[in-house]
Structures are given as structure tokens and as C-alpha cells.
């Protein structure tokens, strides 16, 4: 199992538009149906995807399907009058767009300890980033799932204000 963490190109909020976001739901499915995997969970914030993967028994090549769910998104985003960042001479010649970053974020997930540090962040980083005061008021995201299924409550880990408006941490995170 795997965290991972892909950010668009100069962190341009292109997800912060519904067609975008619909994309990438199309592309991760497309690559899904050639690459099998599961999205144990994920965040969907305006210029980033945190997603925790697991690949079928006996495969370890995330990079593949990572390439895989960009270049979909790329074409479809691209195709549909999407606007690429600025992207110098260097990395034009390597037929890069200026969609995604190069790169992406990866972590190995090593025992349930570290899956549980990791679906908390996943689950905690629209509140983490100011975008909503609870989990559950962030609409892309697996948070709802497992609400569902009984292994967060609804309340979990939003941020408490106290009176005369200050903050403190938002509570529930590794």
C-alpha cells in the first residue's frame, strides 16, 4: 500500500472546477481498468490529490498507474480548453505540459500504525488547510466512506474555536 501525493503544475487550483474534478475521476478510472488498484483513500484539494493506493498481490509499479491517471487527466483537461502553467524550453523538448508537477510525493505504508497516521492526514487536510472547519464539510474525500462505515465519527477532528475568536489545532492528527 502506498501514500501518494500529486500536485499540479506551479499548484494552480484547476480542481477547484467541477469539469476538472470529473476528469480526474474518469482518468483514475481508465487507468484503474488497465492497471487494477484501490484507492483506500483520498483528498481532492484545488491544486492536489492525496490518495493511499493498494496494488493487487505481488505488484509494487505505482509509478506506472501514477503516469498512467496524469496523462489521462492531461489529454482530457487539455482537450477540453484546460490552460497549462508556463513551462521552460528544457521541459517542453521532453514533451512536458504544464499541468502537473513532474514529480509526485511517495510513501510506502509499513504497518497499520503508519496506515492509520496516514488516512488521519488524508482525511485532515482540508481542515488542515483552512478549507473547511470539519472533515465532513469537505466533499471530496473518502471521509464520508468510512463515516458510513462506522471508523470516524462525523465530528472527528474539527477545529475548535473558542471565545473571543481564538483557535486552537484542530484535533485528531498524528
Known sequence: MYFLTLVSASRRPIFSDDAARG?????IEE???????????????????H???RLPEGQSDYPCRV???????TARFLAQGGVEAAVRPGKA??????VWQPRFMEHTIRDYRDYKLHLDY????PVKHALVAWPRDW???TFHGYVKKGEYAPDWCGHIELPGG???EPQGWA
Open 31 to 49: 487507468a484503474q481498468s488497465l492497471l487494477p488498484f484501490t484507492l483506500v483513500a483520498s483528498v481532492l484539494m484545488p491544486e492536489h490529490l
Open 122 to 125: 488524508i482525511h485532515a487536510n
Open 23 to 27: 476528469m480526474l475521476r474518469q482518468a
Open 51 to 53: 490518495v493511499m493506493m
Open 67 to 73: 503516469s498512467k491517471i496524469k496523462r489521462n487527466f
Open 93 to 98: 523538448r521532453q514533451r512536458y505540459r504544464g
Open 139 to 141: 466533499p471530496w474525500s
Open 166 to 168: 481564538v483557535d486552537i
